[in-house]
Nanobody, 128 residues
Framework: VQLVESGGGLVQAGGSLRLSCTAT????????IGWFRQAPGKEREGVSCISTSIGSTNYADSVKGRFTISRDNAKNTVYLQMNSLKPEDTAVYYCAAYNVGPLFCLSRIGEPYEYHYWGQGTQVTVSS
């Protein structure tokens, strides 16, 4: 059972990146997939969440209107499209899977301790 993130990198403010989270060893159906990020010296925070079964989504206020989460169940992959990036978006981004009902992401992203599986993280650096 593994989650693998990719797509991080260095980008100038205002630029875009697309992160991918691919699951191996299990199918993402009927999971909530969350994207979290952690900047140096800060706690890990929830960025977005998607229910892979019904596609419901949720976003942190800090990224609403700029980030879009989506899934491709055939590829067992969840994406995070990040546009209009800001220096304060700089962090290590993690995806995580939570075996929970499909309505979970309608109400909240959840806390890190609730998620069962985690990827290794991918660095996103936004220069000013």
């Amino acid at each position: 059972v593994q989650l693998v993130e990719s797509g991080g990198g260095l980008v100038q403010a205002g630029g875009s990146l697309r992160l991918s989270c691919t699951a191996t060893g299990f199918t993402l159906d009927y999971y909530a997939i969350g994207w979290f990020r952690q900047a140096p010296g800060k706690e890990r925070e929830g960025v977005s969440c998607i229910s892979t079964s019904i596609g419901s989504t949720n976003y942190a206020d800090s990224v609403k209107g700029r980030f879009t989460i989506s899934r491709d169940n055939a590829k067992n992959t969840v994406y995070l499209q990040m546009n209009s990036l800001k220096p304060e978006d700089t962090a290590v981004y993690y995806c995580a899977a939570y075996n929970v009902g499909p309505l979970f992401c309608l109400s909240r992203i959840g806390e890190p301790y609730e998620y069962h599986y985690w990827g290794q993280g991918t660095q996103v650096t936004v220069s000013s």
